[in-house]
């Protein structure tokens, strides 16, 4: 890691640590980073103007101030990045780099290919990516087996590559959508049961025009993002039932930390559903993306400013919402298809993906702190909870890391009580290939085996959605 980056990384940490404990000896600490990294500082106005915003909070600091700073801290964040001149490193098919080139607006950066199918030179990378002051480290699924483990130093920001398949250009606009839509019906009170999860509960447990539940679920959803979902549902007095649905491996996940497509999608349309909560209900929900915040991590700022310039192609005009909804209902529901010989391999693949989460074990703790709440507060208010592990196909449960199951399992084992119960269907054989998708979501017909199963054992009030 060069010296650049080194500050660039250490300078958003204290803009992060200032905005978060208000505290003077925060603001000096990154008085004295700026002092002693003056070179690393581009000759400008901006930075000059910056700099003297800095020097006045700390001589009449005050908790207030801090607010105000830190919003210029992250447009200057955002200018120093801007100027920077970007080196893309790509690990990677040939295939997948050429689309990856044409996707992104590419001028002012220099682009370096590697290819997974030849003999990389990790030296060369290496010594590559320490003199970049702007490094990005790109990979497609085969580049980053290629570079596990082989002990590459920090780039300034990664980026996991994947090609856009079953996502729609600004799908993410489509998803800010449904949210305010359902949050509007929230609102009315007319609803008994909510569903909260990611896209194991979007493509089985949702349905726009339902009329028995409400859901709140997307592909790529988080249990953070749900918690805010959950306790919105708990101002309407009404509600009785809830119910969260997520895999072993989404309590080692946070959005705003992922840099994969889904991720970056769904982190956007909860944050432009968020920020747009507030408006008023006769004014058009549909709203304009969101900026970032200092907070996402350095993958996703990056990602999301600079890599996926192209996904949407034209603006275009804004959809009518019944035309976005109805479109988002045609594709919710996954189609039958006959079972593959390589049906097997998919779950396998899938999971080996899903187990490098277990390295993020502050998402852990925070996500396990987060569903002992929930557990608190469902026997507080006597509402009962339902936790669901989806159903899984036999060979991405016999391919799960142990550790990561075993750590998940002990915890929910913990919680159970008279208004918090866990369900594993990930266990239940009585789902075979046939009723998936692919390597672990649901087809249409496994999705009404799962809707059966709940409405029998009372945890759904209704088969009908």
């Known amino acids: 890691m060069n010296g650049n980056v080194r500050f660039m990384l250490n300078l958003r940490y204290l803009f992060l640590a200032l905005n978060s404990d208000r505290k003077l000896t925060s603001a000096l600490e990154l008085k004295e980073l700026l002092i002693n990294n003056i070179e690393h500082l581009p000759d400008s106005d901006t930075t000059i103007a910056f700099i003297d ?5 700390c001589e009449e600091f005050s908790s207030p101030a801090v607010g105000v700073f830190y919003t210029s801290a992250c447009d200057f964040y955002e200018y120093i990045m801007d100027i920077n001149p970007k080196d893309v490193f790509f690990i990677g098919k040939e295939s997948a780099y050429v689309d990856f080139t044409a996707r992104i607006k590419h001028a002012n950066y220099n682009i370096s290919f590697y290819n997974s199918d030849h003999l990389i030179d990790l030296e060369i990378l290496n010594e590559s990516v320490s003199n970049s002051r702007f490094s990005i480290l790109a990979y497609d699924f085969h580049g980053s087996k290629a570079l596990l483990n082989k002990g590459l130093c920090r780039p300034f920001a990664h980026f996991y590559y994947e090609k856009p398949q079953a996502y729609k250009c ?24 909510v569903i909260l999860g990611s896209s194991y509960s979007y493509h089985t447990l949702t349905d726009v025009n339902s009329v028995n539940s409400l859901s709140f679920s997307l592909p790529g959803l988080d249990i953070t993002s749900a918690m805010m979902f959950y306790s919105e549902k708990n101002k309407i007095q009404s509600m009785n039932n809830t119910i969260f649905c997520f895999g072993v491996y989404d309590f080692f996940k946070e959005i ?8 970056v999608y769904a982190y956007k349309a ?44 034209s603006e ?6 019944h035309d976005i909804l109805s479109r988002l209902q045609e594709g919710i529901y996954y189609p039958v298809r006959e079972p593959k010989c390589d ?32 557990k608190k507060n469902a026997d507080r208010l006597c509402k009962k909870v339902y936790f669901i592990i989806p159903p899984l196909p036999e060979s991405y449960v016999e391919n799960i890391s142990e550790s990561m199951k075993n750590r998940v399992y002990d915890f929910l084992s913990e919680l ?50």
């Open 53 to 57: 915003s800095l020097f006045v909070l």
């Open 170 to 193: 600004k799908i993410y606009d489509d998803w800010t959508v449904f949210l305010q839509y359902q949050y509007k019906r929230l609102m009315e009170g007319m609803h008994d049961q």
């Open 256 to 263: 705003k930390k992922g840099n994969a497509q889904v991720y």
């Open 270 to 313: 909860v944050m432009a559903f968020s920020n747009a909560k507030s408006v008023h209900p006769e004014l058009r929900l549909r709203c304009s993306p969101v900026s970032h915040d200092l907070a996402a991590s350095v993958d996703l700022i990056v990602g999301s400013r600079y890599l996926y310039c192209n996904d949407s192609g």
């Open 316 to 321: 275009g005009e804004l959809t009518d919402e």
């Open 343 to 374: 049906d097997k391999l998919l779950g396998a693949q899938v999971v080996s993906l899903h187990n490098k989460y277990i390295k993020y074990e502050n998402s852990f703790e925070l996500n396990c702190e987060l569903i002992n709440k929930l």
């Open 416 to 465: 159970k009580s008279e208004f918090f119960h866990v369900r594993d269907y990930s266990i239940d054989r009585d789902f075979y290939y046939s009723d998936f998708y692919d390597g672990h979501h649901l087809n249409e017909h496994g999705a009404k085996k799962l809707r059966n199963k709940l409405y029998n054992e009372k945890i759904l009030n209704s088969e009908v959605l």
